[in-house]
């Protein structure tokens, strides 16, 4: 399972309300074809938390945080300060996603494919 | 970073820091960071269920998970809401470097300006929260 979750540490996020539920959903949908996570830790889950947090100006990702007893991989996805939009907000999450799943063997297509279908689920695309 | 909470308050928690520095001590010289005057770099978080407030709570900033920098603490409660709830969100505002007694005013503080604005204490309030 994936999840997603924001966390607002001093500066705010507008645009998690709105697409939160279509970020995870998407997510969901691909984890099974995410091999290079799945075969080393089958039973595991991935967690990203969208941070946004006062003074940041680029995006960063960092992690994992891994922990054995709850089963789960925890990264932060560091989110500039200023965003203009949320297709901005959109390229920026998946940006970072795709930093992060890179090291499980999916590629950028599948990543802006990713991308395409949380676009399409909120009617932005 | 700056905060308002930096100002007098710091000062405030230097001087406890230096007053109280023999008491409560933990460890290797080091004040326990439950000691009252005990500073740390502090913040208040707000956890929000489903767009509705759910607790408040102090967190020590400078307990985070190394390789993401995320609070530990506020991961740990995140996780065992999310089990339960669909949308849970947390809040952090940084209170800079304080006194634990200084947080957990500043903890209450909040409380109670959302109590006098909605009546309601948070479910993950209400066993120690008692409003004025």
């Known amino acids: 399972m994936v999840r997603f979750t924001s966390l607002e540490w001093g500066a705010k996020n507008p645009y998690h309300s709105e697409t939160h539920r279509a970020i995870r959903e998407t997510l969901n949908a691909h984890f099974p074809t995410w091999k290079g996570f799945l075969k080393r830790k089958p039973d595991y889950d991935v967690w990203f938390y969208a941070v946004s947090k006062q003074g940041v100006t680029n995006l960063e990702v960092k992690g994992p945080d891994i922990s054995r007893r709850h089963k789960e991989y925890v990264y932060g996805i560091y989110l500039p300060e200023a965003i203009a939009d949320v297709h901005e907000y959109l390229d920026l999450v998946f940006a970072g996603i795709g930093q992060v799943v890179a090291e499980f063997g999916v590629g950028a297509e599948e990543v802006a494919q990713m991308k395409e279908e949380c676009k399409a689920r909120l009617g932005l695309s | ?132």
């Open chain 2, 1 to 132: 970073m700056r905060t308002a909470a930096q100002g007098g308050e710091a000062a405030d928690a230097a001087r406890a820091a230096t007053q109280g520095g023999e008491a409560a001590v933990h460890g290797a010289g080091q004040p326990h960071k439950n000691a009252n005057h005990a500073v740390s770099h502090f913040g208040i978080y707000e956890i929000k269920v489903n767009g509705e407030t759910y607790k408040f709570g102090k967190a020590d900033l400078d307990r985070v998970t190394q390789s993401s920098g995320l609070p530990t603490r506020l991961h740990q409660q995140v996780r065992r809401l999310s089990k339960t709830y669909d949308d849970v969100r947390p809040e952090i505002v940084d209170l800079g470097y304080i006194t634990t007694q200084q947080a957990k005013q500043a903890e209450r503080a909040a409380l109670q300006r959302y109590y006098e604005t909605t009546r309601r204490i948070p479910p993950g309030n209400q066993k120690s929260f008692r409003p004025d």
